[in-house]
């Protein structure tokens, strides 16, 4: 049995009890509302300003830190650590719980902190310093590299070495719902021509989840692979296209634990600052539908799962600060696009149509690429017994270039 809550929760929803996801809200209506971080439950969010305004975080380490709730962003509470994190999320299973008083028998402090859910925006829940996407899937890896290079050798030995990555702009990181023009560049030239210079011809989704930093390191000094989950915070939805769109909800590590599965056997052996004592990943199943301007259903044009990862959270962590690079908290390592093994299960359009070679079937209508007014949603969840862990969704809709 789950976890009860004394605010309704419906068995398929994302949030229960179990979940409690954090997230930056503005209220819609009303003067003076500052963003605040709060959590979901069920089809509401609590207002942790007011809780912690009315001293409910009064453990040991939040008593003496619960300012951190009344910040505009997540940023102070992801970099308390993982001692701070089990006290809140204890305290507010405690406050949200069926058969504790406080804040259910309080009529007036329930109508200022919990909220429904469409009368609030989201918002980007950190302040995002840097941004590092990954290239940890082995399954992507192979696909490109035959599309691009051709069967015989489709993966360079040292990615099998490491855990490779580039750093992204995080200027460019938007919250799910904002609409993304359609890029423009330069294209190949034909013959003597010079390049093509325009809109986009093979705008692309890329389904990946992102990994938030918690506490940070100090310059100088990396952190060790078995010790770098205490610096990852949680997980959201990430779509890696002509922006950086993220989900608003981050489900914490702890409320993944249950869910815990075996890494991929990893040969070669990894060198030594990779080598885990225990190495694990999260079966995460992860969604894509494509949803075409005009049409009020999506299309699902591929099911994957986060366990597919060759590379783990931890190695990413351990190889980025090995030379002493100084993570802190709020930063984003995107995981890159997550594939699985099977066809049904490739992570981007350009492996679900073969560079375009095998159209997809969507709404009636045929895709090599994205179009305008396509609507990409990504969604992913855990299965428990009688609950779901889920986070939400991560949209986005692809409207013409600027001219």
């Not at 855990?382 to 862990?389: A, T």
């Amino acid at each position: 049995m789950g976890l009860k809550s004394f605010i309704e929760v419906d068995l398929n929803s994302h949030f229960p009890l179990e979940n409690l996801p954090y997230g930056v809200c503005k209220p819609l209506h009303g003067e003076g509302f500052s963003p605040r971080p709060c959590v979901a439950i069920g089809n509401h969010v609590l207002d942790l300003s007011v809780i912690a305004s009315s001293g409910l975080f009064n453990g040991p380490l939040l008593s003496k830190s619960s300012d951190c709730f009344l910040q505009t962003n997540l940023n102070k509470f992801v970099g308390l650590g993982r001692p701070a994190w089990k006290e809140a999320r204890s305290t507010l299973q405690k406050l949200l719980s069926a058969d504790e008083p406080t804040l259910r028998d309080n009529a007036s402090l329930r109508e200022k902190s919990l909220l429904p859910m469409d009368k609030v925006e989201m918002l980007l829940p950190t302040a995002i310093g840097d941004y590092t996407d990954f290239f940890s899937s082995m399954h992507h890896a192979k696909n490109c590299g035959t599309i691009f290079r051709g069967s015989e050798n489709p993966i360079p030995a040292n990615w099998f070495h490491l855990p490779i990555a580039y750093h992204g702009r995080a200027s460019s990181i938007v919250i799910s719902g904002t609409d993304i023009a359609r890029p423009k560049g330069q294209a190949r030239p034909v013959g003597n021509s010079p390049p093509y210079f325009g809109p986009s011809e093979k705008l692309d989704f890329e389904l990946e989840m992102a990994a938030v930093v918690g506490p940070g390191n100090d310059l100088g000094k990396p952190v060790d692979v078995n010790e770098a989950s205490d610096h990852i915070f949680g997980l959201v939805l990430m779509n890696d296209w002509s922006a950086t769109t993220l989900s608003p909800w981050i489900v914490t590590l702890e409320a993944l634990e249950p869910f815990v599965c075996d890494a991929h056997k990893q040969e070669p052996h990894p060198l030594p600052y990779l080598a885990e004592k225990t190495s694990k990943n999260y079966d995460i199943s992860l969604e894509v539908h494509i949803k075409p301007v005009g049409h009020e259903q999506s299309s699902i044009v591929t099911r994957s799962n986060f366990k597919h990862l060759y590379w783990t959270l931890t190695q990413q962590v351990a190889h980025h600060t090995i030379n002493g690079c100084n993570l802190r908290p709020g930063d984003i390592f995107g995981s890159g696009t997550i594939s699985g093994p099977e066809p049904e299960s490739y992570g981007c359009l350009l492996e679900l149509t073969w560079n375009g070679t095998k159209p997809l079937s969507v709404n009636n209508s045929t895709r090599k690429f994205l179009e305008d007014g396509d609507e990409v949603i990504i969604t992913g969840s855990c299965k428990g017994n009688n609950y779901n862990v889920g986070f939400g969704t991560c949209t986005g809709r692809i409207v013409p270039s600027r001219t």
